[in-house]
């Protein structure tokens, strides 16, 4: 969505802001917000004693029970919606027919068929509708964007992750119902290749969890998939975490004609014939600031959005394709 500010009814200055969520995204948010003159914090939902210490701390004014009171209130203009991931489709629906601007924390849905409704209904009332991609904002996909074009015609993309984590939490990240299938929940290490690479053609994807509570907890899991593109491009993506794992990794390699690109963490190089040379992403802190002064700039001064609904709806597309090769063993085709 590329909308200005002369397109947009409701923008006030301050702008007044409404938080769905208590987590450490929701604290980090309000931190942001707090420190900009165009915004007012006005009100928070979430578990009633961790959103009544982020109210405290940023002096917001209203805290909610109920993020259903707050997506209506007539005192607010942008709701950030940072709570669990299965309620964000719910959330966002509500607060776009209250006619609110909206932020959402990626995923946008669990499911791309609700998910093109909220982003039809958006642009129907003329609303924002920004999913967070900060990966796009990140060091590692700049430096890629910037030498994509050098190794040539692309072959092979992987990206890969392993978060270890031991002993693993009594939190939702851990629980199916609330967290999702994982290439839905961490659907940015899809959108970071289709970004790169455009429309995929088939996906294949295994999953597997551990944990002796399931299906309700888990203690690891494991969820691979392989993409095949329709310019050719075929891509492994692998999201890894939990008890089972003892190494952290987060690897990005691409692959082509004349060269490839490969980082492992921050730390990444380009190889070509004529040698290699070294890449530092710097560091991933204060991609959420970035993001924020992206949306502030795009409702007050009618700069683009970083991140798109074509590639986002997409991502979510071939996360559903995943999720349901993973339950079939079989081969999807989008």
Known sequence: MTSSISNYQNIHQPLRVGIV??????????EILSQDKRV?????????????????????????QY?????????IDLVIVCNVNRDH??????ALRAGKHVIVEYPLSFNFAEAEELVHLAKQHDLMLHVEHIELLGGVHQLVMEHLAKVGKPFYARYSTKSPQRPVPDKWAYKPDLFGFPLTAAVSRLNRIIVLFGKVKSVSCQLRYGGENL???FTSCICNAQLQFENGVLADISYSKGENFWQPERIMELQGSQGALIFSGDNGKLITVDGEMELDAGTTRGLFKKDTENVLSHLFDGTSLYANHESILHSLAVANAAEKSAGTNQIVML
């Open 215 to 217: 299906p309700h907890h």
């Open 21 to 30: 969520g208590s987590g450490f995204v929701a604290k980090l948010r309000a």
């Open 67 to 75: 993020w259903s009171e707050l997506v209506v209130s007539s005192d």
């Open 89 to 94: 489709g719910v959330v966002v629906g509500q």
């Open 40 to 64: 007012q914090l006005v009100a928070i939902a979430g578990t009633p004693a961790k959103a009544q210490a982020i109210a405290q701390e940023f002096t917001i004014p209203k805290v909610y």
